[in-house]
């Protein structure tokens, strides 16, 4: 897909007819490091029109060549980026096509970085409407980016997926690293499909992350900490719903930080949570629009079997089945799971594995880590043959990770290698990409089948418990 601005660029050629050459000069511009590493030569007057920023690096410039000629290092960005940026500058065209996504977002934050403004704006709805699992899959990365950079389209794109799942910022590892205009952005939402007490644990969780030097225990506590802890979210603090918390959450959750609050603030809560009818001074913020989810019902509500995974992980694995760029509605999820094989319940040797599954298609295996939070898996749409030996074939396989802070999809590249069936080993992709003998350890080889390892460290790894699905239309 190519991207046109030739509005915008007709605009800046006109004022550069009609101020003439008065600022013409070669400018040269080395981007990349070595080995690559790239010069490239460009029109000061070009420069000045259609990238002012790069034209005012070239005034600032105290470094020059033999010829004299002033140059703009930019060590940082890569010879493919300035490549698409330029042929923007002076064609008015990017073409994305064949293009990477990564190098894609690389673009947009050199873009930013020149503010070249609309081609911004630009590829950030390219992102959104055309890679939307590989923002999923980089979530914590472009949450956090879009709010230092100011990337207003993906912040609210970010912010409408964090309202549904929010686990996926309050649980993850860089929670804590959050700016507090990112954190405001989401504790502001009314549509937060979170508990109000839990979020008063994130924020305060927050807070106290930001002052290292705040006791551990909160016993240990005197009037300084307190203060310290209330001007670091005098911000966020009239964003929570302190008049939807239960009388048993006011006294476990507020008590305790009773002092960061105001002192009308806390009597009014007191007063409200003993006799709501009556008025208090303080203003009440509505509840949050908490949203019952109610699946489909077809006979019988459907309701999560599993140990291991949860909706939302549901909804992107039948998404991923079905190839499609956005993820299914929790409500319009088309498939059902049936759990067929619990290893804590059913045992985890190969004969459990080969009796309930033996010769059963459209299955998809689930695997908690030992001792993390590391969620993994694959989908065989073929199944496994007992009575086979060797390499199965299909397109439609996959294998996935399914971390807090990202999720990793690796789709078969070699069909012909996708399945291995063998009956003294457990469920097997690729022969060595992700399989088990039929005990409580995993392993992960070399890439074999698939696309990519779905795990950093390789080899052999215990398992807490793992499930075998059914998978079927509804």
């Not at 293009?99 to 977002?105: A, C, D, N």
């Not at 979020?199 to 506590?221: E, F, R």
Request: aromatic residues 14%.
């Amino acid at each position: 897909m190519t991207l046109n601005f030739y509005e915008n660029s007709s605009n800046d050629y006109v004022k550069l007819l009609e101020n003439g050459n008065e600022h013409e000069h070669y400018i040269i511009i080395e981007v990349g490091e070595p080995p690559v590493m790239q010069t490239f030569e460009v029109h000061s007057t070009v420069l000045c029109y259609r990238c002012p920023y790069l034209y005012d690096e070239f005034k600032k410039s105290t470094i020059s060549n033999d010829d004299n000629t002033k140059i703009i290092q930019k060590p940082q960005i890569s010879v493919k980026v300035f490549n698409i940026i330029l042929k923007y500058i002076y064609e008015a065209t990017v073409n994305l096509e064949k293009v990477e996504t990564p190098i894609i977002f690389d673009i947009l934050i050199t873009a930013n970085q020149f503010q070249l403004e609309e081609l911004v704006e630009r590829l950030q709805t390219f992102l959104i409407e055309n890679h939307p699992s590989w923002l999923k899959f980089n979530f914590s990365k472009i949450f956090n980016l879009s709010f230092q950079a100011d990337f207003k389209a993906l912040q609210n794109y970010c912010n409408d997926i964090i309202a549904k799942h929010p686990n996926l910022i309050f649980e993850s590892n860089n929670f804590n690293t959050l700016s507090e205009v990112a954190l405001l952005s989401i504790i502001q939402r009314e549509d937060l499909q979170l508990e109000e007490s839990k979020i008063w644990d994130y924020v305060i969780q927050w807070g106290v992350s930001q002052n290292k030097t705040l006791p551990s225990n909160l016993n240990d506590w005197i009037d300084k900490d307190f203060q310290i802890l209330k001007n670091t979210l005098q911000q966020c603090l009239p964003h929570i719903r302190y008049f939807q918390f239960s009388n048993e959450n006011i006294k476990e959750k507020l008590f305790p930080f009773q002092q960061i609050l105001d002192k009308t603030l806390w009597d009014d809560i007191l007063k409200y949570s003993v006799t709501p009818d009556k008025p208090i001074i303080s203003i009440i913020l509505p509840p949050r629009k908490i949203i019952t989810t109610q699946l489909p019902n077809r006979g019988n509500t459907f309701q999560i079997t599993s140990s291991i995974i949860k909706y939302e992980h549901e909804v992107e694995i039948t998404s991923w089945i079905d190839k499609k760029e956005v993820t299914y509605d929790v409500n319009s999820n088309p498939y059902e799971f049936n759990l067929i094989l619990r290893g804590s319940r059913d045992g985890f040797g190969r004969d459990a594995f080969w009796n309930l599954c033996d010769q059963k298609t459209n299955l998809l295996i689930v695997v908690k880590v030992g001792d993390t939070d590391e969620i993994l898996g694959g989908y065989n749409p073929i199944g496994w043959n007992s009575n086979s030996f060797g390499y199965a074939e299909t397109n439609d396989s996959f294998i996935f990770s399914l971390n807090k802070e990202h999720y990793i999809l690796s789709r078969v590249k070699n069909a012909s290698n996708a399945i291995y069936n063998r009956y003294d080993c457990g469920p097997n992709f690729g022969g060595n990409d992700f399989f088990t003998y039929g005990n409580r350890s995993f392993y992960i080889g070399y890439i074999n089948g698939y696309e990519k390892l779905i795990r950093k460290i390789g080899g052999e790894f215990s398992i807490d418990d793992y499930e075998v699905f059914q998978i079927k239309k509804r």
